[in-house]
């Protein structure tokens, strides 16, 4: 069933993935010249705070397998933390195109790139909070190697919302 | 113990991640570089296959799940993927 | 009944019908009126026939989903209601006030309206679907208030289901949004901006959570399929509608001074409003398909089978239609619009409340847990005529649209409002032929009610 809601989510990204695709080729000039103003080192580095991210919730539920439930606790904690890591991070990026008067309105280019990331970024939120509560219950032994369903659920959809931005970074940061 | 064994220790999400992460670094090099082009855009559009196809099978596990199920995440990324290569070469 | 409290429900379902019946009328009327400009002049202005067609729809709505709500809640709950009493007194003063809200588009005209209750001291009048007097609207909030408290507090303290907590969510949050109704700024593009958070938020958001309850209840009640998986279902399918629906606004935001990034927005957002719907398609047959009993009340299963697919053709085939803003900008505020209105409201909110009335009602009034053969035979006859006539209603609107918006926008030389009305006159014949047929079947519905039931249910 999570599977029904992962590939709904991911058809809304595809099909904002695409119109951006194609938005961009009605005005190329101006999106490869809007596109040098993001700053591609915070994207990077977001990549790599949300792909290890991802690892260590692989990791959480290898050791629920193992019934480690402590351990699996501590490495949701450590997923949590990398995702606070990239919140932190994209919020300095916000700040700053806000100093520079960057806005929806500004034109198309960034009007896509904030809804986009700025949607992405609503599901790393909520990605946190299943994160924290599938945590909360581990720490209190609700899982076991036999029953650990909810750590499987909250680690599809965090893996969804990771390899969403995968394909985002490339695309709206670096490809001209 | 030696390097060569410690290396055949890493478990394969391990090797996963480290796949992810150099690949990364790699997109963030053309990035800074600012290269473009026929060939990075496509180089990066590869790599963007791959690194979500390997979050798919070894991170969510899907290698492990019904057919149809990887069938259809396969087809979604082609199609996505295609579809902004298509959308570069309308571009020019 | 498992629980006499839900007793309640039946007079909410009763007035909610009664409602129903008026707005049909009041819509044939209109029908006429545009074909034939003077009829019923100067005793019912189109304007306000139009006023009571789409408040009275509203408001039976209201009346229904309360019904449903006072049913359904102790059910899940496994409790008595709160409070019964608070219950019956509220809808009593949601009927009244609704009847001399009516009464007063009626018969005093709208301006004298607007100046007997007061409406220069906070303006709140005179916007399409919320032309109610400043008064009314504070009482649809106390009465609000006083349900929301009920039902609440009947949650509370029992046990707490999915789809009861969903019923919940989407009731709060049509009582939120419709606070904007008291927000009226002078700005008109502001004033329009917060006024689809009423009118969108609620059928394109709180209201499909309505929605998705009241049918998940019917489905697992009819079905007995394990309630574990229509959980699952229902938290998809609320998952995807606000995922959607939210942003999905924007596709109001095209034409009315607002910045041109919801032209996009809108356009991508609004354009995956209809998988929602088309899950509930998929959920409903499912549900149907893997039932473990034969449910003796076909007729709830028909309405019930019947929702999904006429909400996703209105909601989701004919949204989508007009949804993307390079087509809008060519069909916005035709008849492509009111075709697509009709279908929608008919195909999602009518049908699940006939849905839950056509189960709960036998219930309610002491048969067994069905209506007889006969009396079901009825009821799915008016299912056919109602259901039917709507199609043919969105078909002759839909045409006229097409027709209007070729003539008088898309071609060469555009023609004008009227001399295009002229042209399409024939259409809006045929739309009131098929309202006549529409009636038919209500008049039948009607008629289900009065044949002879199964024998006093036992116990
Ligand atoms: C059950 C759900 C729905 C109901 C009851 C409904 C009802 C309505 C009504 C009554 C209007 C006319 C509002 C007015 O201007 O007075 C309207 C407008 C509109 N609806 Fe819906 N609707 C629903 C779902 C949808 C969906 C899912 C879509 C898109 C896929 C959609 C797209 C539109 C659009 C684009 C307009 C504006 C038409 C214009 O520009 O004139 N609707 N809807
Ligand atoms: C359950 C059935 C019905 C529902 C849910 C319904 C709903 C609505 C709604 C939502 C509107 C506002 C549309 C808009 O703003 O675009 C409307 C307007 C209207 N309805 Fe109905 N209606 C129903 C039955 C009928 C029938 C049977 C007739 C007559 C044959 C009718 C005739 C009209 C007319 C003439 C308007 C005014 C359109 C305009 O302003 O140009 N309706 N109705
Ligand atoms: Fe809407």
Redesign the pocket.
């Known amino acids: 069933m999570i599977w029904i809601f992962i590939y709904a989510e991911l058809l809304v990204f595809g099909i904002l993935f695409l119109a951006y695709a194609f938005a961009r080729a009605r005005n190329v000039a101006l999106f490869n010249e809007s596109q040098l103003h993001l700053n591609r080192t915070a994207g990077a580095v977001n990549t790599l705070v949300l792909i290890t991210s991802s690892y260590f919730v692989v990791r959480a539920v290898a050791a629920i397998r193992a019934d480690r439930t402590r351990a699996c606790a501590r490495w949701l904690l450590a997923a949590v933390a990398m995702a606070g890591i990239f919140v932190v991070v994209k919020l300095g990026e916000y700040a700053a195109a806000s100093a520079h008067g960057i806005t929806m309105s500004t034109n198309t280019f960034f009007m896509f790139y904030w809804a986009m990331t700025f949607f992405h970024f609503m599901h790393v939120l909520l990605g946190m909070v299943i994160l924290l509560a599938v945590w909360w219950k581990a720490r209190h032994g609700a899982y076991s190697a036999a029953e650990h369903t909810g750590v499987e659920t909250g680690a599809s959809y965090w893996h969804m919302v990771d390899m969403v931005w995968i394909i985002l970074f490339p695309l709206v940061y670096v490809m001209h | 113990m030696n390097d060569k064994s410690a290396m055949l220790n890493l478990r394969p999400c391990t090797i996963t991640w480290l796949v992810l992460v150099g690949l990364t670094l790699a997109v963030l090099a053309i990035g800074r570089l600012g290269l473009g082009g026929w060939g990075i855009v496509a180089l990066l559009l590869a790599s963007t296959f791959v690194k979500t196809w390997l979050v798919a099978e070894n991170f969510m596990g899907l290698r492990y799940s019904a057919l149809r199920w990887r069938i259809i995440i396969a087809v979604y990324l082609l199609v996505v993927l295609s579809g902004i290569a298509l959308a570069w070469w309308v571009a020019g | 009944m498992q629980y006499s409290s839900q007793a309640v429900a039946k007079p909410y379902f009763i007035a909610a019908i009664g409602l129903f019946v008026g707005q049909?009328l009041f819509?044939?009327i209109?029908?006429l009126q545009?074909v034939w400009g003077d009829f019923l002049f100067p005793e019912i202005p189109f304007n306000v026939a139009?006023m009571v067609?789409?408040n009275l729809?509203i408001v039976w709505l209201l009346f229904g989903f309360m019904g449903a709500a006072y049913y359904l809640v102790p059910e899940e709950a496994e409790t008595e209601l709160a409070s019964p009493k608070l219950a019956l007194a509220l809808f009593w003063i949601f009927l009244v006030a609704g009847a001399l809200t009516i009464l007063g588009y009626l018969l005093v005209p709208y301006s004298g309206l607007a100046k007997l209750t007061g409406n220069d001291l906070f303006p709140t009048m005179g916007r399409?679907f919320l032309e109610q007097p400043t008064i009314t609207k504070i009482g649809i909030v106390i009465v609000a208030l006083g349900f929301l408290y009920n039902i609440t507090m009947t949650i509370l303290k029992g046990r707490k289901t999915v789809i009861s907590l969903v019923l919940l969510i989407g009731l709060w949050g049509l009582a939120v949004f419709f606070l904007f109704a008291f927000f009226n700024p002078a700005n008109l593009v502001l004033d329009k901006f917060y006024w689809w958070w009423v009118v969108h938020l609620w059928v394109e958001g709180v209201w499909e959570l309505i929605l998705g309850s009241i049918l998940a209840f019917v489905l697992i009640k009819t079905t007995g399929v394990d309630r574990e998986i229509i959980e699952k279902w229902l938290y998809v399918i609320i998952a995807m509608t606000l995922i959607t629906g939210i942003v999905g606004t924007g596709h109001h935001y095209y034409w009315i001074g607002t910045p041109e990034y919801w032209q996009w927005l809108g356009s991508i957002f609004s354009a995956l409003e209809p998988i929602p719907f088309f899950m509930m398609v998929i959920f409903a047959f499912n549900m149907v398909n893997q039932r473990r009993r034969e449910h003796p009340n076909k007729a709830a299963v028909l309405w019930a089978l019947g929702t999904p697919v006429m909400a996703f053709l209105g909601a989701g085939v004919w949204g989508f239609m007009h949804t993307l803003s390079p087509v809008n900008y060519y069909t916005h505020g035709t008849q492509i619009?009111?075709a697509h209105?009709?279908m929608a409201?008919?195909g999602a909110y009518?049908m699940v409340v006939l849905a839950i009335i056509s189960y709960a009602m036998p219930i309610l009034r002491g048969r067994a847990a069905a209506n007889s053969p006969r009396a079901q035979v009825w009821e799915m006859w008016s299912f056919w005529l109602m259901t039917i006539s709507?199609v043919f209603?969105t078909l002759f609107l839909t045409g006229a649209g097409i027709l209007q918006v070729w003539l008088q926008r898309v071609s060469e030389n555009p023609e004008p409002f009227m001399v295009v009305q002229e042209k399409i006159a024939l259409f809006y014949w045929m739309?009131?032929v098929a309202?006549v047929f529409?009636l038919v079947g209500l008049v039948v519905y009607l008629i289900s009610f009065f044949i002879g039931g199964e024998e006093e249910a036992t116990a």
């Open positions: 049909i819509g044939l209109m029908g545009y139009r067609h789409t729809l399409e619009t009111a209105g009709h409201f008919y009518v709507i209603i739309r009131e309202g529409f």
